[in-house]
């Protein structure tokens, strides 16, 4: 049976991300290292090709894709972009520490708690898997068997979180800057139980902490994570 594979690769380090800042609708663009980081991956490792590009539409992700694909015609998905943070944007976790309680929640609850002008979590991710739910849709009908999306890391979170076998939390999907995973779904058992294989890391060639191998991931989960 044709089966369909989707690679999903994290944008590449912005300066938020270097300060460790909350980054979410903000169009900042990738840094000077981030540019550099990704062409020297992109010499040294592979990068699967595909017949279709799509990208969040903000320039980190928009820049990420040119410069791994530089002859890609990226298709903007609105819905793949990250999460609205809204008051909380620009601003380090220890600064919120200090000046928002509703942080701590947000922390412990994710979906539960919500930035103050920002986006619910819940929603969130209801958007971002609606927006891959079309995507996946629109390759079963066309045929189209590959494809990369380059997107934020919480979107990929989001992604495999829900849809993601083996089956993992939220931050276990926490993937570096210009990295991501290769899913491999099978018409029959996208349409049973909507679920895709995770088969690989990207690039491929790149050795990463044990943090981010499938083997790893797919360890018995503790009872006490959320």
């Known amino acids: 049976m044709k089966?369909?594979?989707?690679?999903?690769?994290?944008h590449g380090i912005t300066e938020g991300n270097l300060l460790?800042?909350?980054?979410?609708?903000?169009?900042?663009?990738?840094?000077?290292?981030?540019?550099?980081?990704?062409?020297?991956?992109?010499?040294?490792?592979?990068?699967?090709?595909?017949?279709?590009?799509?990208?969040?539409?903000?320039?980190?992700?928009?820049q990420t894709l040119r410069i791994l694909y530089p002859d890609?015609?990226?298709i903007l998905v609105?819905?793949?972009r990250e999460c609205d943070f809204g008051d909380w944007e620009g601003k380090t976790a220890a600064e919120l520490e200090k000046e928002d309680p509703t942080f701590l929640e947000w922390m412990k609850t994710g979906a539960q708690a919500q930035p103050k002008n920002g986006e619910n979590g819940g929603v969130f991710m209801q958007r971002v898997c609606a927006a891959f739910e079309k995507?996946?849709?629109?390759?079963?009908?066309?045929?189209?068997?590959?494809a990369v999306i380059v997107t934020h890391g919480g979107c990929i979170m989001s992604i495999l979180s829900a849809y993601g076998l083996p089956r993992a939390n939220f931050y276990d999907w926490l993937t570096d800057n210009g990295c991501g995973y290769t899913l491999r779904i099978t018409p029959g058992l996208w349409m049973r139980s909507m679920v895709a294989e995770v088969e690989a890391t990207l690039p491929g060639g790149l050795k990463r902490s044990a943090d981010y191998t499938i083997v790893d991931i797919n360890k018995e989960p503790e009872k006490n994570e959320n």
Not at 46 to 51: G, L, S
């Open 3 to 10: 089966s369909y594979v989707i690679h999903l690769i994290r």
């Open 20 to 62: 460790g800042q909350y980054i979410g609708s903000t169009d900042s663009p990738l840094a000077p290292q981030g540019i550099e980081q990704l062409e020297q991956l992109r010499k040294k490792y592979q990068y699967p090709q595909a017949a279709v590009y799509y990208s969040s539409p903000l320039s980190r992700c928009t």
């Open 135 to 146: 995507i996946v849709e629109g390759m079963l009908r066309s045929g189209t068997t590959s």
């Open 78 to 80: 609105p819905d793949l």
């Open 72 to 74: 890609a015609n990226a």
